[in-house]
């Protein structure tokens, strides 16, 4: 793993350098069932940098794509910078906005390539955050729900928290994982938390939405 991420934050941070927009961090695999599964013991994260965040609704290709799918997500926005020294509470009073997101990542790698797909980050082919919302008190999820939907009918209704787990705590995983490789949490930052459900296929011509209860909406249409 260690490999893969020494990799995989090298090429973030010259990609920064060179002039590339920095956009976040995505975290991925955050079940435990499936970081079991898979014989992780934490989550997987990248560095999200360049063209890849696009307007809700967002249109996006599939073209070159092999496996792609979508993945309904909540994202936060940093309001200050995140040192690998914080604890809870200073994560929750970091977060300045949450809101609805959507990932199309493309499995093109087999899991046994695991450096590969950690060092090319983790799938990632473009994402779209819905309006960012002032977040509830604290960062606490509980009472906030998601709704999936396809082609405008309702697939999935969800709890975040029990989807996608106690923000943050997760944040502070974040960036103490994240100074390990010389990285860092700073304000500005947008953090993909990671799939609320299995993740979708996607299929073209297809509209994909992700709708929060406290108003914010992602929307993300494919094409060919």
């Known amino acids: 793993m260690n490999k893969g991420l020494e990799r995989h934050f090298k090429t973030h941070a010259d990609r920064i350098h060179e002039g590339a927009r920095r956009l976040g961090y995505k975290v991925a695999f955050n079940s435990p069932a499936i970081q079991e599964q898979l014989g992780l013991d934490g989550s997987l994260v990248a560095g999200l940098a360049g063209n890849t965040l696009h307007e809700s609704p967002a249109d996006c ?13 909540l994202a936060v926005l940093l309001a200050r910078d995140l040192p690998a020294t914080a604890d809870v509470d200073q994560a929750a009073a970091a977060v300045g906005s949450v809101a609805a997101a959507i990932e199309l990542v493309n499995f093109d790698r087999p899991f046994d390539e695991f450096e590969d797909i950690l060092a090319e980050g983790v799938f990632h082919r473009a994402f779209t955050t819905g309006e960012l919302l002032t977040p ?28 996608t787990g106690d923000v943050p705590q997760l944040l502070v995983y974040l960036a103490q994982l994240l100074d390990g490789f010389g990285a860092r949490i700073e304000a500005g930052d947008i953090i993909i938390c990671g799939s609320m459900t299995a993740p979708v296929p996607a299929t073209p011509g297809a509209r994909f939405e992700v709708e929060l ?12």
Not at 136 to 163: F, M, S, V, W, Y
């Open 61 to 73: 290709s599939l073209a070159g794509a092999t496996r792609a799918v979508l993945e309904p997500e």
């Open 213 to 224: 209860s406290n108003g914010s909406v992602a929307a993300m249409r494919l094409g060919e």
């Open 136 to 163: 509830p008190p604290r960062c606490d999820l509980h009472g906030l729900r998601a709704t999936i939907k396809i082609n405008g009918e309702t697939q999935a209704d969800l709890d975040c928290l029990e989807a």
